[in-house]
């Protein structure tokens, strides 16, 4: 018998499902609540002194809760999509979720209009004050971040637009997915496979399976690329009238505010990743040599290269990676042998659920719920123990206000890569033969590949496409052209083949809530470089800095929490150049191993 279940249990929060009694209170609730805030919003008179914190201090209360209980009606929403893409109920409650923030944030832009009629001098004075200095970072920025929008009217509307319009297309993109399945021979039989698990057969050691499977989804997506070009076009065609009434030139002004990091950070990094890019090309010449080719095509990137791959059940996944998180942090483990225990993750390998992995946390609960799919491989394990990482970083800011809580994608995203180093690590370190080093170095190399190559293609997709959708929509052959020239230059030209519709598989180019969803992961790897040393290096209480790290991630911006917490300046280049270099000696090991290695 099976010491975890691999189904996640979401009764524990609302029970029934998407048809769930018990969340239509929830709802219920939230919107008396949001009324009740809007009320005060509305009522709220400009302090003339410093002194005077009553009535915003009331204000804030509420907005804590409201935005507590927003964020647990998302989570579940999201939660249920995720685990059956077919639940029509789930789709109407996404919706409902949509028009629910569309209100909420109508709400906040009123209030960012009264933050901008307290005088200057009186606003500093109020961030002073005991009752508001623990989330003045949060209260500043939403004032700054108001100056530099529409008038109230206009920003109401965008809101209210955006329910039909921008929210719908990253809705439709889903649906669209959903829909989608190729067919697969296994075992003798024919099946049917949902796009998350076709890309789970990408990692066959078949290198004739791999391509069918990889010429399959490319004709899939290929058949609907059209619809997912009006998807993608749309989407960024909302975003960039906003920015254009805004007044706002620069396409990354938004998510580079979101990230709370600037764009010599951003510029910094990439620039640093370019000149250093040399020993992970080397990485994959040898690669392509061990798999006897003379250039990898796009569907070798993740193949093993072993011809027998080591699976490992869900419970000895979760034996081994509380293990680790023991040796670095027993608060960690404890955590995550909770949310083992309390099925807190969606791990089955079954059809009908959403592509890829998540966390999402229900701060109301002070419950966290994690979703992948687990079929036993080394990179199964990284992706737990990364969604691991997320839930423990939200655990941590349990305790600390609503507005504290809302921490960036790229400081997320360092969490969750600083506990998949711990475990990728340690299992490097207990390989119990050459030929298993080996395999497990690769899988910590293809991490490296995938936020220095991976994710820089897609940045440069993304920033190119957006260009070009200033002066008009971009057709599929176009969106096409540079999705491969976007992968020919972060992977310096070194594969045979490339994937050209990348743009419409690649989920993070559609969504809504954060735009530009491919550099914060590239941060937080790199960052989470630097914190990893630093718990090397340290003998005892360990455990308290990093605590204290994160719950500063929303409350800081990011060269902030670095100077703070690693003394290092994020917009030179030194700091990115040490962490890569961190990254580059698994590529020598690797390249060691494997001159003499016969895999």
Not at 78 to 91: G, P, R, V, W
Not at 223 to 232: D, G, V
């Amino acid at each position: 018998m099976n010491q975890y279940e691999t189904t996640w249990n979401l009764d524990s929060i609302f029970k029934g499902g998407s048809t769930s009694q018990e969340l239509k209170i929830y709802i219920a609730k939230f919107e008396a609540n949001l009324k009740e805030l809007a009320e005060l919003v509305d009522s709220l008179s400009p302090p003339s002194g410093p002194e005077q914190t009553g009535e915003l201090s009331l204000l804030l209360e509420l907005l804590d809760s409201t935005t507590k209980q927003l964020r647990e009606i998302g989570a579940f929403t999201s939660c249920l999509t995720a685990q059956d893409i077919n639940d029509h109920e789930a789709k109407i409650l996404s919706g409902k979720r949509s028009e629910l923030g569309a209100a909420f944030a109508s709400v906040l832009a009123k209030l960012d209009q009264k933050f901008l009629r307290i005088e200057d001098a009186v606003w500093q004075g109020l961030l002073e004050q005991p009752s508001l200095e623990p989330v003045a970072f949060a209260l500043d920025e939403r004032r700054v971040q108001a100056k530099e929008k529409l008038p109230l009217e206009q920003e109401v509307l965008i809101n209210d637009l955006s329910v039909n319009g921008y929210a719908a297309w990253n809705q439709l993109y889903n649906s669209l997915v959903g829909k989608m399945s190729i067919e697969h021979m296994e075992n003798g039989k024919i099946k049917k496979l949902s796009m998350g698990q076709a890309a789970n057969r990408m990692s066959t050691p078949n290198r004739e399976a791999r391509k069918e499977v990889f010429e399959k989804i490319s004709s899939a997506w290929q058949e609907e690329a059209e619809l997912f070009s009006e998807t993608l076009n749309n989407l960024a065609g909302f975003r960039l009238q906003t920015y254009k009434h805004r007044k706002w030139d620069n396409v990354l002004k938004e998510p580079l505010e979101l990230n709370r990091m600037s764009e010599k950070t951003l510029n910094a990094m990439w620039g640093t990743i370019t000149e250093h890019k040399a020993p992970f090309v080397s990485y994959l010449r040898r690669k392509a040599q061990l798999l006897g080719v003379e250039k990898l095509e796009w569907h070798d990137l993740n193949a093993p290269l072993t011809k027998s791959m080591q699976k490992v059940s869900y419970d000895e996944a979760a034996a081994f990676i509380l293990e680790q998180f023991e040796r670095f942090s027993p608060q960690m483990a404890e955590f995550s042998r909770g949310a083992f225990e309390k099925r807190w993750i969606e791990a089955e390998d079954r059809p009908g659920k959403r592509p890829g992995g998540f966390c999402t946390s229900f701060p109301d609960s002070e419950q966290t719920r994690i979703f992948m799919t687990f079929s036993g491989s080394a990179t199964n394990i990284s992706t737990l123990a990364h969604e691991l990482g997320h839930a423990y970083h939200q655990h941590v800011m349990n305790d600390t206000e609503a507005l504290n809580q809302r921490y960036a994608m790229n400081v997320a995203e360092t969490a969750s890569t600083f506990a998949e180093m711990v475990v990728s690590d340690a299992a490097v370190k207990n390989a119990s033969s050459n030929e298993e080093k080996i395999a497990l170095l690769e899988d910590k190399i293809k991490r490296s590949i995938a936020f220095f190559m991976n994710i820089h293609s897609r940045f440069l997709f993304e920033t190119r496409f957006y260009e070009e959708r200033k002066k008009g929509a971009v057709s599929v052959e176009r969106l096409n052209q540079l999705a491969l020239e976007a992968q020919q230059e972060a992977y310096g030209g070194e594969l045979a083949s490339y994937n050209p519709t990348f743009w419409a598989s690649t989920l993070h180019f559609h969504i809504t809530g954060v735009p530009f969803y491919n550099f914060p992961y590239t941060f937080g790897y790199l960052f989470s470089q630097g914190i990893y040393a630093k718990a090397l290096e340290t003998e005892g209480g360990f455990e308290e800095s990093y605590n204290a790290l994160l719950q500063d991630t929303g409350r800081m911006t990011v060269e902030q929490l670095a100077q703070k917490h690693l003394g290092v300046d994020l917009e030179q280049t030194g700091f990115w150049k040490d962490a890569i270099t961190v990254c580059v000696k698994d590529v020598e090991e690797f390249l060691e191993l494997t001159e003499v290695a016969a895999l």
